[in-house]
């Protein structure tokens, strides 16, 4: 229409990525106020009291290589299910159910696991969750997305592939499988929410 003025592309950018940017500065500012001594999870810690470290130790990383590769992994799930998380309650409800279910899963079904960090494993969460809500989306892409999910996670729980190299230290695939089933199981309650609604 005549006189109205469009929005310029880096508000429109910065709309839709805010919540994502927001995460991402998250992960920095813990990252330089603490690092893994303050917040990663760490067994021992957490059986003496620092109960915080269940969901804390997914938003620090072992190192920058260990950050970036994660800044990166965050963009890219948001790059193909911007849609589908674009809502930043939707973001945090999924983020949180992956963290949730990474912290808590290790806590009680890998008691091996002394320390953990980093957002891998809520990142498979928020990919997965990406699956379940995209309901605009045609099926055959959503069912080849899940595929390549569960071949990546079967691979990685038999063959140990990973970027441990990378990161240097062991990668915790247990975290992965734990963060794709919080997420699915976020995205179904966010619809169920939804729908309700």
């Given at each position: 229409?005549?006189?109205?003025?469009?929005?310029?592309?880096?508000?429109?950018?910065?709309?839709?990525?805010?919540?994502?940017?927001?995460?991402?500065?998250?992960?920095?500012?813990?990252?330089?106020?603490?690092?893994?001594?303050?917040?990663?999870?760490?067994?021992?810690?957490?059986?003496?009291?620092?109960?915080?470290?269940?969901?804390?130790?997914?938003?620090?990383?072992?190192?920058?290589?260990?950050?970036?590769?994660?800044?990166?992994?965050?963009?890219?799930?948001?790059?193909?299910?911007?849609?589908?998380?674009?809502?930043?309650?939707?973001?945090?409800?999924?983020?949180?159910?992956?963290?949730?279910?990474?912290?808590?899963?290790?806590w009680w079904l890998?008691?091996?696991?002394?320390?953990?960090?980093?957002?891998?494993?809520?990142?498979?969460?928020?990919?997965?969750?990406?699956?379940?809500?995209?309901?605009?989306?045609?099926?055959?892409?959503?069912?080849?997305?899940?595929?390549?999910?569960?071949?990546?996670?079967?691979?990685?729980?038999?063959?140990?592939?990973?970027?441990?190299?990378?990161?240097?230290?062991?990668?915790?695939?247990?975290?992965?499988?734990?963060?794709?089933?919080?997420?699915?199981?976020?995205?179904?309650?966010?619809?169920?929410?939804?729908?309700s609604s």
């Amino acid at each position: 229409m005549p006189g109205m003025i469009k929005p310029r592309p880096w508000r429109l950018l910065l709309r839709r990525w805010w919540a994502t940017l927001l995460l991402g500065g998250l992960w920095c500012v813990l990252q330089a106020h603490g690092g893994l001594a303050l917040w990663g999870y760490d067994r021992q810690a957490i059986g003496d009291g620092q109960v915080w470290r269940l969901l804390t130790g997914q938003l620090v990383h072992l190192n920058a290589v260990h950050l970036v590769l994660n800044l990166l992994g965050l963009a890219g799930v948001m790059a193909v299910w911007s849609r589908e998380l674009a809502h930043p309650v939707a973001l945090l409800g999924m983020f949180l159910g992956g963290v949730c279910a990474v912290g808590l899963g290790l806590w009680w079904l890998v008691p091996e696991v002394a320390w953990y960090a980093g957002a891998s494993g809520v990142l498979h969460g928020l990919f997965a969750a990406g699956i379940v809500l995209a309901l605009g989306t045609s099926l055959r892409l959503r069912a080849v997305a899940a595929m390549g999910l569960l071949l990546k996670l079967a691979l990685e729980a038999h063959l140990g592939t990973g970027s441990a190299e990378l990161i240097g230290a062991p990668v915790i695939h247990a975290a992965h499988q734990f963060g794709a089933f919080g997420g699915v199981v976020s995205a179904l309650a966010w619809r169920l929410l939804r729908r309700s609604s």
